[in-house]
């Protein structure tokens, strides 16, 4: 589903990605682990489009998108849950998810997703107008999790979930990233079924 090969990234002068070949199957759930400074955010912002690759390759589902558009990387069904989840603060639970569906037409699709989401996080339901500033951190990565699921990807890399999460937040959060990967997801579309890979770090 992904493969990276020989992939190098610079920040100025800095090397900070040195010939990274990473291949990633479909259904898997592939980690990450190193020091701060290791490279981790670094491969998942290039994967992701965020940053530009200096040389080597990012394949995607079979598709080249090496220093492709973040956006377009999007369209094909990748989505990114970053570092310190950035959710919008000033924006509602439900505005936030509804910007992780921006690109989708389906509205009945949509309103079933919000339900899967609901169903994955009971506590975004009951805080669906609230502001996500004034979520509690293990809520806020809730919502950046349900944000990315909205976006229907067939691949998710997430970035430090447990960072700053107390122990029992953080087993709630991979026992969900374990049980939707598992599931292979809750629905089918025309006569794709929606399989997940999650690709995330944590360095605790």
Request: aromatic share 10%; hydrophobic share 45%; net charge positive.
């Amino acid at each position: 589903m992904l493969k990276i090969e020989n992939l190098n990234v610079y920040y100025g002068a800095i090397h900070a990605l040195k010939g990274l070949d990473i291949n990633v199957n479909e259904g898997e759930i592939v980690t990450l682990i190193g020091a701060n400074g290791a490279g981790k955010t670094s491969t998942l912002r290039a994967v992701s489009g965020l940053i530009p690759i200096k040389s080597g390759t990012v394949t995607y589902d079979g598709k080249p998108i090496t220093n492709m558009a973040a956006n377009e990387i999007v369209k094909l069904g990748m989505s990114h849950v970053p570092e310190g989840r950035r959710v919008f603060a000033n924006l509602t639970v439900m505005e936030n998810l509804e910007l992780g569906a921006y690109l989708r037409k389906d509205k009945n699709g949509i309103k079933k997703d919000f339900e899967m989401v609901f169903e994955k996080f009971p506590r975004l339901k009951e805080r669906v107008a609230q502001r996500a500033g004034t979520l509690s951190g293990g809520e806020q990565q809730m919502l950046a999790m349900g944000r990315a699921l909205m976006i229907r990807p067939k691949l998710i890399l997430m970035d430090e979930p447990s960072m700053g999460l107390a122990p029992l937040i953080v087993k709630d959060i991979f026992s969900i990233i374990k049980e939707v990967n598992d599931s292979g997801f809750f629905y089918s579309n025309s006569s794709y079924f929606f399989y997940f890979t999650f690709i995330f770090y944590n360095i605790h």
